[in-house]
């Protein structure tokens, strides 16, 4: 069994900033990476951005280049988003989804988590 939960949502003003966390625990043989998505009301799921457990290669969506940092912490399994200068465009449901290679399993699998909801007043 693997897991990823998502916590650190929430409600803040334009501009302001908050951090997501994302953990994933569980029968887990190794991580190859772990991206960020979004979903606003109405629109598809996008990515937002992902980093490789290594930590050597990060990827941005262009809507969110130099203000949101992704980062890691290898030894727990967990991804951060740090999300500075947000703005109302930035409100949506963000989840997180990891590259595991579970116990028992060859190659590796998706996981999500369950979500967590960004709300960004203006």
């Known amino acids: 069994q693997v897991q990823v939960v998502e916590s650190g949502g929430g409600l803040v003003q334009a501009g302001g900033s908050l951090r997501l966390s994302c953990a994933a625990s569980?029968?887990?043989?190794?991580?190859?990476?772990m991206t960020w998505y979004r979903q606003a009301p109405g629109k598809q799921r996008e990515l937002v951005a992902a980093?490789?457990?290594?930590?050597?290669?990060?990827n941005y969506a262009d809507s969110v280049k130099g203000r949101f940092t992704i980062s890691r912490d290898s030894a727990k399994n967990t991804v951060y988003l740090r999300m500075n200068s947000l703005k109302p465009e930035d409100t949506a449901v963000y989840y997180c989804?990891?590259?595991?290679?579970?116990?028992?399993?060859?190659?590796?699998?998706?996981?999500w988590g369950q979500g967590t909801q960004v709300t960004v007043s203006s």
């Open positions: 980093i490789t457990i290594s930590g050597a290669r990060t």
């Open positions: 989804n990891a590259a595991v290679q579970p116990m028992g399993v060859m190659g590796f699998r998706s996981y």
């Open positions: 569980g029968s887990i043989i190794s991580i190859r990476d």
